[in-house]
Structures are given as C-alpha cells and as structure tokens.
C-alpha cells in the first residue's frame, strides 16, 4: 500500500474511532491508509473505564488490540505520520499531504483524529489532570465513589457534573472560584441534591498523599478526594478548517448521524464529530462512518464500474 498514489479511504487519526473504521472498511476489501501521530488526550489517564469488554484496561493497550486485529485485512495500511494538509480535487476525490512530504489521493476522507481537552488555568492542575483530576464521571466517577468529591467550575455544565456525581458520593462541593453563574433554578436543584456551594477564591490545587487540596485566598483548605472538571474542547488538526467544514456550537465538526460533514465525500467520527466524548461511542461512530462510506463507494462502483 506504501507508495501507492490512491487508495479509497484516507483516516486520520488511529484512536478507537479510526481503528473501528479501518476494521470495518477493511473487512469489505477497502483500501484504507490509517494515519496516526500516537498522542491521543486520553494517554495521560491509567485506565480506559465503561468500555465493555475493556473495562479497565490501560489505553495504549486497547489501541494496540485494535491495531493488532487488523492485521489480517491486507488493504489496511496504518501508518504513524501526521496529515498535514488536505484539500478537495475538482473530481470530488481529496489530496492528503503527509508529513513525510508524501501526498495520498483518496476517494473519501475520514476525520478521527480527536479533540484537546482545554485545561481551566488553575495552579497545579495539570499535573494532577488523569490522576486526581478528571472530566468524566461516567469514566472515573466509581474508581472515587463514597469518597469527597469536588466540581471546579460555573455555570450549566458544572452543575450539571455535579448532579451526576450525586449516586456515587453523597459529599459533592461545587467550587465556582467567584460567581456561580447558575439559574435559580439550577441552584435550587443543586441544594435540594445536597451539593455544597462555594464561592471562594481558589487559588491553586495541590496533591496531598493520596488525596488532592483546594487551597483557597485566606481561609483553609479544603481536602478533597478528586476534583472533575469541564474542559473547552477544541480541534487538534486544522484538516476540517481548512476545507470548509461546519463545526458545532461545541467545537466539534458537525456530522448527521452517519457522521457525514458539510463537505461533500469528507466524514468525521470518535471526539471529533461525536456529541459524547467516549472510547465507545468513538468506536461506534468510526464503524458507523465507515459503512456509510462503503455503501457511497459500492454505489459510485457500480456507476463506473472501470474506477
Ligand atoms: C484524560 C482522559 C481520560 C479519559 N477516560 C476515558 C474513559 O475512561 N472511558 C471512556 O470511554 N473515555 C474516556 N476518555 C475519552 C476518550 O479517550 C475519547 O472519547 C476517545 O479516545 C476518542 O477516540 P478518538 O478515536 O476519537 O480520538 P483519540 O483517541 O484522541 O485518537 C485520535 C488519534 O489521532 C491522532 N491524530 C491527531 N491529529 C492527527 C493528524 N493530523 N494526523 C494523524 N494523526 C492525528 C492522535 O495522535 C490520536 O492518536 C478520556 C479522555 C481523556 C482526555
């Protein structure tokens, strides 16, 4: 496949969305070029949870079980190098620059290449994001339940995490670091669910053998067990950019449900397309993307049956 100047479908990214494509689009005899730079957001965490079958499992593990079954489908090239640029042909058929200065014409481009999860600027906290600070309660809610939990954030969406941190631990702190920025309504909820408010200052955050401290501007800390948080997602690749494509008010690439963009033969699927930011519903989507795509080529094959 290396060397070749075409191939059907071009991936970017090798993460669960990509793989689940590739195995897909491999098993109807597709030719496929994977590309994957190896840095996804969720290497900095010990354990992928909720994903069924590989609950618990260490994340570069499930990416290599995903890689190592899709050995056997040899139109499958997976290649670890960076897609740099990308733009349509006149014939509806996408030029993909690599990295290494190769360029690859594909028939359909597939992005799956992530998202970066955007850090509130709060001292300390990078370095406890993955360990003691996480975004998910659906992901890492049970490894900290019955223990003190904290929320750092305003508005909607913290309330929301701290309404769903509820039937894992019945000590959840909202900390709001100044307003709250919440709707009476959505106060109102919080306290009758138990949620403490706070709207000190925080100052920084701080690892405290195996629990995490809120230190606050003049008064005590507050100890905590984990902290959640919502990071601003944002697109790690400037692909969908730069050929037009339609983002959400979320920051992702707006799809319909078989995960097609507003540009013509370009899908996007996993973080990058998804409403939820999960190793399931990326490896759902992937799969989804890649039967819509397949179904598109079968069709433009029997119109053409000489391509
Ligand atoms: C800290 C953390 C912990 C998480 N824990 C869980 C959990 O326990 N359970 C769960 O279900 N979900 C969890 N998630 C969410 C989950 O990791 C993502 O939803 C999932 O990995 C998305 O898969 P993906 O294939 O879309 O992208 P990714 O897994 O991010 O993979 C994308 C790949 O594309 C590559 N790439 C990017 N740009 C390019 C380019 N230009 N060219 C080539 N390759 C490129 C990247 O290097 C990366 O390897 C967590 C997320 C984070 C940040």
Redesign the pocket.
């Known amino acids: 496949m290396i060397g070749r100047e075409s191939t059907d479908v071009v991936v970017?990214?090798?993460?669960?969305?990509?793989?689940?494509a590739a195995l897909v689009l491999g098993r109807m005899r597709r030719w496929v070029l994977v590309?994957?730079?190896?840095?996804?957001?969720?290497?900095?965490?010990k354990?992928?949870?909720?994903?069924l079958s590989r609950d618990g499992t260490p994340?570069a593990e499930v990416?290599a079980a995903g890689r190592e079954q899709l050995l056997p489908y040899g139109s499958v090239d997976c290649r670890s190098?960076?897609?740099?640029s990308a733009r349509r042909l006149a014939d509806g058929r996408f030029e993909v620059g690599l990295?290494d200065g190769t360029e690859v014409v594909a028939r359909r481009l597939l992005l799956?290449?992530?998202?970066r999860?955007g850090l509130p600027d709060l001292g300390g906290l990078a370095e406890l994001?993955?360990r003691r600070v996480?975004?998910?309660p659906?992901?890492?809610g049970w490894e900290v339940r019955d223990q003190p939990l904290g929320v750092y954030g305003r508005g909607s969406r913290a309330a929301h995490q701290a309404l769903m941190l509820g039937s894992l631990s019945n000590d959840v702190v909202l900390l709001s670091d100044g307003d709250f920025d919440l709707t009476n309504e959505e106060r109102e909820r919080l306290e009758r669910a138990g949620v403490d408010l706070y709207d000190h200052r925080v100052e920084r955050v701080e690892e405290d053998g195996e629990e995490l401290s809120v230190v606050f501007a003049g008064r005590p800390p507050l100890v905590r067990h984990a902290l959640f948080i919502q990071?601003v997602l944002s697109l790690?690749?400037e692909?969908a950019g730069s050929l037009g494509a339609a983002l959400t008010d979320k920051g992702t690439i707006e799809t319909d449900e078989a995960g097609k963009t507003t540009v013509p033969g370009m899908y996007a699927?996993?973080?990058?397309?998804?409403t939820?930011?999960?190793?399931?519903?990326?490896?759902g989507?992937?799969a989804r993307a890649a039967y819509a795509i397949n179904a598109e080529l079968a069709l433009e094959d029997a119109a053409s049956p000489s391509r």
């Open positions: 970017v990214g090798g993460g669960p969305a990509g793989l689940s590309l994957d730079t190896g840095a996804p957001a969720n290497a900095v965490s354990r992928v949870h909720g994903f994340p990416r190098v960076s897609a740099r990295e799956a290449h992530g998202m999860y994001w993955g996480f975004h998910c659906y992901c890492h990071p790690v690749s692909l699927a996993g973080d990058a397309g998804a939820v930011q999960s190793v399931a519903v990326a490896t989507t992937g």
